[in-house]
């Protein structure tokens, strides 16, 4: 009797030492997770500020409408010298369009570059 209840503590013991050492917790699985939960958040927040603060300065210094007015402007020169007054208008728009596209590239990289510039010099 001793001894199979010896035995009985011994295996259970073993086990218990086998399955405590060979799996990550739960607890440490959501840490995991948790952490890079956290990570994407603060990502996502310094992406937003990014963009507002470049969404201001654009707003104070009006460049999106400087960028694609001179491209409407461009685009309607052209057009007017080759095709008179419909011409200007076709070109108007295309150049408006054009500017359009270039500012919002415009602004992406200058929002990629504020980014960086945040990480390597936090507040």
Do not use: C
Not at 48 to 57: D, G, I, L, M
Not at 70 to 99: D, F, R, T
Request: no cysteine; net charge positive; aromatic share 4%.
């Amino acid at each position: 009797m001793k001894i199979q209840k010896m035995q009985t503590i011994v295996s259970s013991a073993v086990l218990a030492g086998i399955l405590s050492f060979g799996f990550p917790s739960a607890s440490e699985a959501q840490y995991g997770q948790l952490a890079s939960y956290h990570m994407a958040q603060y990502q996502e927040t310094q992406h937003q500020r990014a963009e507002r603060k470049q969404t201001e300065k654009d707003h104070q210094k009006h460049t999106g409408a400087k960028i694609v007015g001179g491209s409407a402007v461009g685009g309607a020169v052209v057009g007017g010298l080759l095709g008179g007054g419909k011409g200007a208008l076709i070109g108007g728009a295309a150049g408006a369009g054009g500017g359009a596209i270039a500012n919002k590239v415009r602004k992406d990289k200058a929002v990629k570059k504020r980014e960086r510039t945040e990480r390597e010099y936090p507040r």
